[in-house]
Antibody, heavy 119, light 108 residues
């Protein structure tokens, strides 16, 4: 079945970086954009950007430009999101979600990865 | 930056109709999507392209659009529909996605 499986929870100190992975299975990895969305505790959803796994092209939300890097490894159908210079308010659940390029919505989501930033 | 505005909460009795609005200046140009999120779970897509329903989503979920407002309607609300609902769209250029502020639906 189609699924996205994310890496496990992370605890980081302020100023560090974190890299979250998202492994796709059950569909053609290069046929769908991969979005990254985060949700701080008790807060709403925040779109961070997407990567086109076929070309490697990216589109980051203005807030995260210069701060987030999205990459992929097509040989293992895995997308990555790396966030640098972490602060305490980056504590959140980070989700990956796929979308077909013709804009049918984010129809499959990963289970989420909790990133805690604490000194 | 572009924003989508939703009411913080909607309360409805079982069997009644819940309507959740989402307002944004670019909605006449950009499609809207709706997601349901239950506590501790990842979001689930319930409406795409303003009014289309993905396979597996009950018919009681429907979407509509009028000018700068889109609406998610849940007809014949059931207890299992209690959740947070988020609209999602893009800015006028279509470059940047954005989520609405979220609406908590409570089934009385």
């Amino acid at each position: 079945q189609v699924q996205l499986v994310q890496s496990g929870a992370e605890v980081k100190k302020p100023g560090a970086s974190v890299k979250v992975s998202c492994k796709a299975s059950g569909y053609t990895f290069t046929g769908y954009y991969m979005h990254w969305v985060r949700q701080a505790p008790g807060q709403g959803l925040e779109w961070m950007g997407w990567i086109n796994p076929n070309s490697g092209g990216t589109n980051y939300a203005q807030k995260f430009q210069g701060w987030v890097t999205m990459t992929r490894d097509t040989s293992i159908s895995t997308a990555y999101m790396e966030l640098s210079r972490l602060r305490s308010d980056d504590t959140a659940v980070y989700y990956c979600a796929r979308e077909e390029p013709s804009s049918y919505g984010m129809d499959v989501w990963g289970q989420g990865t909790t990133v805690t930033v604490s000194s | 930056s572009y924003e989508l505005t939703q009411p913080p909460s909607v309360s409805v009795s079982p069997g009644q109709t819940a309507r959740i609005t989402c307002s944004g200046d670019a909605l006449p140009k950009q499609y809207a999507y709706w997601y349901q999120q239950k506590p501790g779970q990842a979001p689930v897509l319930v409406i795409y392209k303003d009014s289309e329903r993905p396979s597996g989503i009950p018919e009681r979920f429907s979407g509509s659009s009028s000018g700068t407002t889109v609406t998610l309607t849940i007809s014949g609300v059931q207890a299992e529909d209690e959740a947070d609902y988020y609209c999602q769209s893009a800015d006028s250029s279509g470059t940047y996605k954005v989520f609405g502020t979220g609406t908590k639906v409570t089934v009385l």
